[in-house]
C-alpha cells in the first residue's frame, strides 16, 4: 500500500504511474492479439468482425467499470482518512452491487447481440462471426468485471504493481491460448474469443486470490450492503458509468458510420483503434495514478499538494504525449501492417485507410494529454458530474462532427479521424475554464461527511 500524503509529488504519480502502465498496455494486448492474429492467419473480414463486437461489449461493459471507478474514489478518500471501517463496507457494497447489475448486462447483451449489430448496420459478410465472438466474451464477462474491480480498489489503497504482474502472465496466456486455437486448431474467430474469456478467467481467480491473502482491506469475510455507502457509491460512480455509457454509444454511432464505408474501412480503422488505444496509455495511466494521488490529499485536507501534483502531471503528460506522436508518424505503416495478411486481396486499401487514420489523430496527441489531466484532477477530487461532463462533451462532438464532414463535406473515412482533436480541443479549453474558476471546490466526500 502507498500513502501519497508526503513525499516528493511528482516522483510518487510517476512511480505509481509506471506499473499501471505496463498493466494497461498488457491489458489492452488482450484485445490487439486477437485483432493481429484474426487479421493476419484468418483475414480482413474476421478482423472487421472483431472489430464491431468488440464495441458493443465495451458499450455493454461501460455502465459497471464506470461504477467500479466511481466506488474507488470513495475508497481512496476513505483510505487517505485512515477511515478503515468505511473502507471495507465500500468494498462489501460495491461487489454485492455489481455482481448483481453484470447479471443482468450479461444476459441482455446475450441475447441481444444479433440485433445490436443489426442496428449497427453490420455487413452480413461480418455478422456471423461477430455475434460468435461477442456471446462467447459475454458469457464470460464477469471475469473481467471481477478483474478491473479488484485492480480499480488495489490502486486506490496505492498497489499498481500486484496486479500487474498476474496481467502479465495472463496476457502471454491469452497470447500463447490464441496462436494455438487459431493457427495450430484453426478455430478462426471462435478460437480467438475461447482463449481470451480463458486468459481472463485466469486473471480474476489470480487476483482474489493475491487479495485475500495479502491485502486485509479488501478481505471481506462477510457480505455487508450498506445503504448508505451505496448512495455514496453512485453519487461517485453513476456520472462515471453515465459518462462512459454515452461515451460508448457515441463511439457506436461512429462504428455505424464506418460500417457505411465498406469492409475495407471498417478492418482498416479496427487497426489503427487499436494501435491508437495502446498509444495513448502512458498518458491514462498518469491520468489515473493522478486521480489516486489527488484524492487521498484531498481526503487528508491538502488541497496546495494536490494541485501542485496536478501541475507537474500536467508537464508530464504533454511531453509523453509529443514523443509517441513523433513514433507512430515515424513507425505507422509498420504498425498497421501487423494486424494484415499482406497476400490477402485488399490488404493494401485496408492499409490505406488506417495509416490515414493514424497519421491525422496521433499529430494531435498533446491535446488529449491537456483533456487527461484535468479530468483526473477532477475525478481524483470527487467531481463526479463534471468528470462525466467533459468527456461526454467530447465524444458528442466528436460524433456530430464526423456525421457533419461526411455528409456535407463528402470527405470519407479520415472525417472519423478530423473529429476526434477538434473534440479533444473544445473538452480541453471547457475543462481550464472550470479549473481556473474553482468549481470543483468542496467536492470531497470525506471533508462533507466527516467535517475534515
Same mark, same amino acid.
Given at each position: 500500500?502507498?500513502?501519497?500524503?508526503?513525499?516528493?509529488?511528482?516522483?510518487?504519480?510517476?512511480l505509481f504511474a509506471i506499473p499501471m502502465l505496463i498493466g494497461n498496455i498488457f491489458q489492452?494486448?488482450?484485445?490487439?492479439?486477437?485483432?493481429?492474429?484474426?487479421?493476419?492467419?484468418?483475414?480482413?473480414?474476421?478482423?472487421?468482425?472483431?472489430?464491431?463486437?468488440?464495441?458493443?461489449?465495451?458499450?455493454?461493459?461501460?455502465?459497471?467499470?464506470?461504477?467500479?471507478?466511481?466506488?474507488?474514489?470513495?475508497?481512496?478518500?476513505?483510505?487517505g482518512a485512515k477511515r478503515y471501517d468505511k473502507l471495507e463496507r465500500t468494498v462489501s457494497?460495491?461487489?454485492?452491487?455489481?455482481?448483481g447489475l453484470s447479471l443482468v448486462i450479461i444476459v441482455l447483451g446475450i441475447a441481444l447481440?444479433?440485433?445490436?449489430?443489426?442496428?449497427?448496420?453490420?455487413?452480413?459478410?461480418?455478422?456471423?462471426?461477430?455475434?460468435?465472438?461477442?456471446?462467447?466474451?459475454?458469457?464470460?464477462?464477469?471475469?473481467?468485471?471481477?478483474?478491473?474491480?479488484?485492480?480499480?480498489?488495489?490502486?486506490?489503497?496505492? =498497489?499498481?504493481?500486484?496486479?500487474?504482474?498476474?496481467?502479465?502472465?495472463?496476457?502471454?496466456?491469452?497470447?500463447?491460448?490464441?496462436?494455438?486455437?487459431?493457427?495450430?486448431?484453426?478455430?478462426?474467430?471462435?478460437?480467438?474469443?475461447?482463449?481470451?474469456?480463458?486468459?481472463?478467467?485466469?486473471?480474476?481467480?489470480?487476483?482474489?486470490?493475491?487479495?485475500?491473502?495479502?491485502?486485509?482491506?479488501?478481505?471481506?469475510?462477510?457480505?455487508?450492503? =450498506?445503504?448508505?455507502?451505496?448512495?455514496?457509491?453512485?453519487?461517485?460512480?453513476?456520472?462515471?458509468?453515465?459518462?462512459?455509457?454515452?461515451?460508448?454509444?457515441?463511439?457506436?454511432?461512429?462504428?455505424?458510420?464506418?460500417?457505411?464505408?465498406?469492409?475495407?474501412?471498417?478492418?482498416?480503422?479496427?487497426?489503427?483503434?487499436?494501435?491508437?488505444?495502446?498509444?495513448?496509455?502512458?498518458?491514462?495511466?498518469?491520468?489515473?495514478?493522478?486521480?489516486?494521488?489527488?484524492?487521498?490529499?484531498?481526503?487528508?485536507?491538502?488541497?496546495?499538494?494536490?494541485?501542485?501534483?496536478?501541475?507537474?502531471?500536467?508537464?508530464?503528460?504533454?511531453?509523453?504525449?509529443?514523443?509517441?506522436?513523433?513514433?507512430?508518424?515515424?513507425?505507422?505503416?509498420?504498425?498497421?501492417?501487423?494486424?494484415?495478411?499482406?497476400?490477402?486481396?485488399?490488404?493494401?486499401?485496408?492499409?490505406?485507410?488506417?495509416?490515414?487514420?493514424?497519421?491525422?489523430?496521433?499529430?494531435?496527441? $498533446?491535446?488529449?494529454?491537456?483533456? $487527461?489531466?484535468?479530468?483526473?484532477?477532477?475525478?481524483?477530487?470527487?467531481?463526479?458530474?463534471?468528470?462525466?461532463?467533459?468527456?461526454?462533451?467530447?465524444?458528442?462532438?466528436?460524433?456530430?462532427?464526423?456525421?457533419?464532414?461526411?455528409?456535407?463535406?463528402?470527405?470519407?473515412?479520415?472525417?472519423?479521424?478530423?473529429?476526434?482533436?477538434?473534440?479533444?480541443?473544445?473538452?480541453?479549453?471547457?475543462?481550464?475554464?472550470?479549473?481556473?474558476?474553482?468549481?470543483?471546490?468542496?467536492?470531497?466526500?470525506?471533508?462533507?461527511?466527516?467535517?475534515?
Amino acid at each position: 500500500m502507498r500513502d501519497f500524503t508526503s513525499g516528493n509529488a511528482t516522483k510518487q504519480i510517476l512511480l505509481f504511474a509506471i506499473p499501471m502502465l505496463i498493466g494497461n498496455i498488457f491489458q489492452q494486448v488482450y484485445s490487439m492479439v486477437d485483432a493481429a492474429v484474426v487479421g493476419r492467419y484468418v483475414g480482413g473480414l474476421a478482423l472487421a468482425s472483431v472489430g464491431v463486437a468488440m464495441n458493443v461489449l465495451v458499450f455493454l461493459l461501460s455502465a459497471v467499470i464506470g461504477l467500479t471507478t466511481g466506488a474507488s474514489v470513495v475508497i481512496a478518500q476513505y483510505y487517505g482518512a485512515k477511515r478503515y471501517d468505511k473502507l471495507e463496507r465500500t468494498v462489501s457494497t460495491s461487489i454485492i452491487f455489481l455482481a448483481g447489475l453484470s447479471l443482468v448486462i450479461i444476459v441482455l447483451g446475450i441475447a441481444l447481440s444479433p440485433t445490436i449489430l443489426l442496428l449497427l448496420n453490420a455487413s452480413e459478410d461480418i455478422i456471423e462471426d461477430a455475434v460468435l465472438y461477442m456471446r462467447i466474451l459475454m458469457a464470460g464477462m464477469l471475469f473481467p468485471i471481477f478483474y478491473n474491480m479488484y485492480t480499480a480498489y488495489l490502486r486506490a489503497l496505492g =498497489d499498481s504493481r500486484s496486479s500487474l504482474l498476474i496481467l502479465i502472465c495472463c496476457t502471454i496466456l491469452n497470447t500463447g491460448l490464441d496462436l494455438l486455437f487459431v493457427i495450430e486448431f484453426h478455430m478462426g474467430v471462435l478460437g480467438a474469443a475461447v482463449a481470451t474469456v480463458i486468459a481472463q478467467a485466469v486473471s480474476m481467480g489470480l487476483c482474489y486470490i493475491y487479495t485475500q491473502r495479502r491485502v486485509p482491506l479488501l478481505r471481506i469475510k462477510k457480505l455487508v450492503f =450498506d445503504k448508505e455507502l451505496f448512495r455514496a457509491i453512485l453519487k461517485y460512480g453513476t456520472p462515471a458509468a453515465v459518462q462512459l455509457s454515452v461515451v460508448s454509444f457515441a463511439t457506436l454511432t461512429i462504428t455505424r458510420l464506418i460500417n457505411s464505408f465498406g469492409t475495407a474501412a471498417i478492418a482498416g480503422i479496427t487497426a489503427s483503434t487499436k494501435i491508437d488505444q495502446l498509444a495513448i496509455m502512458p498518458v491514462s495511466s498518469v491520468s489515473m495514478a493522478l486521480s489516486t494521488f489527488v484524492a487521498q490529499n484531498m481526503g487528508a485536507g491538502k488541497e496546495d499538494r494536490a494541485i501542485k501534483g496536478f501541475r507537474s502531471s500536467l508537464i508530464l503528460m504533454i511531453a509523453v504525449a509529443v514523443c509517441i506522436s513523433s513514433i507512430l508518424v515515424a513507425f505507422g505503416p509498420w504498425f498497421v501492417s501487423m494486424f494484415l495478411n499482406e497476400s490477402e486481396a485488399g490488404s493494401e486499401a485496408i492499409l490505406q485507410v488506417g495509416l490515414k487514420y493514424l497519421n491525422i489523430i496521433s499529430v494531435f496527441y $498533446f491535446l488529449f494529454a491537456v483533456l $487527461f489531466s484535468f479530468n483526473g484532477f477532477f475525478r481524483g477530487v470527487g467531481d463526479a458530474i463534471i468528470t462525466m461532463a467533459f468527456p461526454i462533451f467530447s465524444l458528442t462532438t466528436r460524433a456530430v462532427t464526423a456525421h457533419m464532414l461526411v455528409d456535407w463535406a463528402g470527405m470519407g473515412p479520415e472525417a472519423l479521424a478530423w473529429s476526434i482533436p477538434i473534440g479533444w480541443s473544445l473538452s480541453s479549453l471547457a475543462s481550464w475554464i472550470y479549473y481556473k474558476k474553482r468549481l470543483w471546490v468542496g467536492k470531497v466526500i470525506v471533508s462533507a461527511e466527516e467535517n475534515v
